[in-house]
């Protein structure tokens, strides 16, 4: 048996430290390692894990590259980098990376769920999917890892995988809120057996309404399929009034971005530098499908994304990013009017161009991409303006049908409440009027009433507007593979349908 050396037994003793985040002994480990051997891989890791533990960014970088480089083979130091340059959003290199090293990963179910975590914040949930099933192969008693397989499923369309899945875990734990409204969200409702299972977990439990949130959005979402209205909205009432006692959100400060917005993107801001509708620029043309949540901007996306000269990078916060930084404005808060006022001032084209490079890793050689976060219509001056090669597509439906939709969704925090959702939609309305007027023929506008209604004819007008030419995929949407992680990633796996019109 060969003899334990030094550097293993520090080795070892590190890793048994860092299970209790004793870093600062972690580092004092690794820093005996390099001066026995200051090329050890493992001492560059070790170190890099402390610094990470630490918060010392540039330096766990710096040690976990290092660990790489010493060791072409060091799949632990190359995801954990990976890992930190998701956070910063250096996100094709993180790509390169992951993909460089994830074959390696066969043997170690911590970083396969590392590397599957990675690839699930770039919205990249293909690559994301068999790391999670590998993990689960591995150590399949592993819950977490369970959960998050089930949850990838669900936005690659797998609903039945996702729904043995939770169905198991429910098994093992029968109360268990959040298994409860996961499944919940998988079908439609044909019966009342899992509302009764739900209302006897909620009877049994001492909690406050607090935590009794996900168990109120589930029942009040399969008591409507059961149409049972009454008792389906009172369960929304609960959720929504729950969530907003522990959410410190004031609908106010979004109606004061709203407002700002308004004032500072005005007719002689927005038309300064604006280029011509016509204008073309090099490189792909960006598709900017907005308005409310749930309206029906997921399911215009994958109509247009069903597109032979089209890809969808999904949703992303990349534009609102590219604002902030360019801003200047130093805040831990993603988005505020004094953002807004100082990117007015700067130069649209570095906003677009940090927006680009953002991007630039999901692309493929399609032409085109869509970009489907539909907040993005706070931003729409700036996009204008930045972009003259982009389109814009606004989604509209009937007020009452939109506020009652996100009312019912845990997601949207101005939706809590119908007094809060009613303010909002005044202002969000108040914006796009203003949008319209500016804009003109660039703010290509879609109802959803008319497009589920008529779903060749306005299919046909909106691929037209678009400049693209009409493909019959594009009117079996529901084919479409891809992965879709919106609220709506189940519903736009169905055929084109009409029941949500004056729900």
Known sequence: MKPTSRKDELSLRARTLARSSDWAAVEACARQILKLDKDSAEGHFLFGLAAKGRSRTEAAEKAFLRAVKKDARRYDAAIELADMQVKVQRNGEAVALLDKFVALLDNSPLYLEMAAQAYSRLDLHEKAWPLY???????????????????????????????????????????????????????????????????????????????????????????????????????????????????????????????????????????????????????????????????????????????????????????????????????????????????????????????????????????????????????????????????????????????????????????????????YYVAYNRLMTRWRSLLGDRLIEVSYEELVSDQEGQTRSLLERLGLDFEEACLNFEKNTAASSTASAIQVREKMHSRSVNR
């Not at 198991?168 to 019966?191: M, V």
């Not at 011509?276 to 997921?298: D, E, H, M, Y």
């Not at 109509?303 to 000269?309: L, V």
């Not at 970009?371 to 972009?387: D, Q, T």
């Open 133 to 423: 099933k590998a993990a689960c192969d591995l150590q399949p008693e592993v819950e977490r890892f369970q959960s998050s397989l089930a949850g990838c499923s669900v936005f690659l369309g797998k609903a039945d995988d996702a729904r043995k899945i939770y169905r198991a875990l429910l098994d093992k734990h029968p109360d268990h809120q959040r298994f409860h409204y996961e499944l919940s969200q998988l079908a439609k409702a044909k019966d009342s057996r899992h509302v009764a299972q739900m209302e006897s977990v909620l009877k049994s439990s001492a909690s406050t309404p607090a935590r009794n949130i996900f168990l109120y959005y589930a029942l009040g979402k399969e008591l409507e399929d059961l149409e049972r209205w009454d008792e389906a909205f009172h369960y929304y009432e609960l959720a929504g009034t729950a969530a907003k006692s522990v959410s410190p959100y004031d609908v106010s400060s979004d109606l004061t971005l709203i407002d700002t917005v308004i004032s500072v993107c005005d007719e002689n801001w927005t038309r300064t530098g604006l280029a011509a509708p016509g204008a073309r620029s090099s490189g792909k043309i960006p598709i900017f499908i907005v308005g409310l949540p749930r309206t029906g901007t997921t399911l215009t996306e994958r109509i247009i994304a069903s597109h032979s000269q089209v890809r969808s990078i999904g949703e992303t916060f990349f534009m609102q990013m590219a604002i902030r930084h360019e801003s200047g404005v130093k805040t831990s808060e993603n988005m505020n009017p004094a953002i807004i006022r100082a990117a007015a001032g700067r130069v649209p084209a570095h906003i677009a161009a940090r927006y680009f490079d953002a991007v630039r890793y999901k692309l493929g050689d399609e032409p085109m991409f869509i970009e489907k976060l539909p907040e993005n219509y706070l931003y729409l001056g700036f996009i204008a303006k930045g972009m003259p090669q982009a389109r814009i597509v606004h989604l509209r439906r009937h007020p009452l049908d939109a506020c009652f939709a996100m009312f019912k969704q845990s997601y949207f925090r101005f939706a809590y409440t119908l007094d809060d959702v009613g303010r």
